[in-house]
T-cell receptor, first 113, second 114 residues
Framework: GENVEQHPSTLSVQEGDSAVIKCTYSDSASNYFPWYKQELGKRPQLIIDIRSNVGEKKDQRIAVTLNKTAKHFSLHITETQPEDSAVYFCAASGRGGGNKLTFGTGTQLKVEL | DVKVTQSSRYLVKRTGEKVFLECVQD?????MFWYRQDPGLGLRLIYF???????EKGDIPEGYSVSREKKERFSLILESASTNQTSMYLC?????????????FGSGTRLTVV
């Protein structure tokens, strides 16, 4: 089945700096790559996603890039703010349908003042 | 406007008990999922369902079963709870129709087995 690796596990940045989280996947048939943000004690929430026919997608301060050849995708957060502090999860759909997602192990992002 | 509701936020059960975790969604979604979340391990898929009465094993189905008798409800059953099933359990749903979408998650049930 699909395997998703996520790095780094923790990331600390200064307010206003950029943050980058990287994920790799194993199944070349994967075609959907969402990113989730989970604040402490809350449910994961979808923040951005990208499909395999697109190389980059941007939504205000967040962007996701996808390299299908290398099988990796990344989340970029610019001008970080304290409210960006959370755990971020990447995920990838595998073959077999049913919208099944395999998640990475998460990145704890801390934005320091 | 809560769309995926998990019946319990916290549960404490004894080893060997049969445990039911309930999840209800009001978005008429085809797909429903149960994940467990453990520190350092991310979210791991236990079971999922893409239609009423249909179920598929995920990556870690051992010790669990599921039931989907109605489209809006997906239940996770721990047949005989064990301490290694202490975890946060997250239910999720997505529209289906052959296209992948992001999930809507419930608030989670933190289960402690003693």
């Amino acid at each position: 089945g699909e395997n998703v690796e996520q790095h780094p596990s923790t990331l600390s940045v200064q307010e206003g700096d950029s943050a980058v989280i990287k994920c790799t996947y194993s199944d070349s048939a994967s075609n959907y790559f969402p990113w989730y943000k989970q604040e402490l004690g809350k449910r994961p929430q979808l923040i951005i996603d990208i499909r395999s026919n697109v190389g980059e997608k941007k939504d205000q301060r967040i962007a996701v890039t996808l390299n299908k050849t290398a099988k990796h995708f990344s989340l970029h957060i610019t001008e970080t703010q304290p409210e960006d502090s959370a755990v971020y999860f990447c995920a990838a759909s595998g073959r077999g349908g049913g919208n099944k997602l395999t998640f990475g192990t998460g990145t704890q992002l801390k934005v320091e003042l | 406007d809560v769309k995926v509701t998990q019946s319990s936020r916290y549960l404490v059960k004894r080893t060997g008990e049969k445990v039911f975790l309930e999840c209800v969604q009001d978005m008429d979604h085809e797909n429903m999922f149960w994940y467990r979340q453990d520190p350092g391990l991310g979210l791991r898929l236990i079971y999922f369902s893409y239609d009423v009465k249909m179920k598929e094993k995920g990556d870690i189905p051992e010790g669990y079963s599921v039931s989907r008798e109605k489209k809006e409800r997906f239940s996770l059953i721990l047949e005989s709870a064990s301490t290694n099933q202490t975890s946060m359990y997250l239910c999720a749903s997505s529209p289906g129709a052959g296209v992948d979408y992001g999930y809507t998650f419930g608030s989670g049930t933190r289960l402690t087995v003693v």
